[in-house]
């Protein structure tokens, strides 16, 4: 919080809810009354409580609150009901064109990479990728020569 107002930003961006309460007394104290937006991604259903409190808190105390699908947003209102605040949240995929990131056409023998990119923690549940792979690598596009790469850090990585 102290950092915050030395800082003295227009926007305080949030991953996360948690911190919904020290963000907006920092922001009350700064000097440009800082915006606060909180980007939301943690899985609906993986939420704990605790969560779900911060995120209502985040409704009345955020300026902003951003998930990255309609799906993911109409959870939250679900969820949350007359609580809820659709003024405050809005919806801004990943950003990943996937025209231009698409495969071209390929052909036997040619070579396809798949690749990931996260912490490697529980949540993220790489054994479910893994398995999706093997079942690619077996029926799907069994002619093609197909590899997976994983990147990232995180409690898990000791396993691999």
């Not at 799907?140 to 396993?159: H, P, Y």
């Amino acid at each position: 919080m102290q950092f915050i107002r030395k800082s003295n930003p227009d926007v305080i961006f949030l991953h996360g809810s948690a911190y919904i309460l020290p963000a907006r007394f920092a922001a009350l104290f700064s000097k440009r009354r800082s915006k606060i937006i909180v980007r939301e991604t943690q899985a609906n259903h993986l939420k704990t409580q605790a969560q779900w409190v911060s995120l209502t808190g985040a409704m009345f105390l955020a300026n902003h609150i951003v998930c990255l699908t309609g799906d993911f947003k109409k959870q939250i209102q679900k969820k949350l009901g007359w609580l809820y605040r659709s003024n405050k949240v809005r919806v801004i995929s990943n950003g990943i064109n996937l025209d231009l990131y698409r495969p071209g056409n390929k052909t036997a023998g040619s070579q396809v990479v798949i690749g990931m990119q996260s912490r490697l923690v529980k949540i993220k549940d790489h054994l479910t990728l893994l398995k999706a792979f093997s079942i690619l690598k077996k029926k799907t596009w069994a002619q093609l020569r197909v590899k997976l790469r994983i990147a990232g850090d995180g409690d898990l990585k000791k396993n691999w």
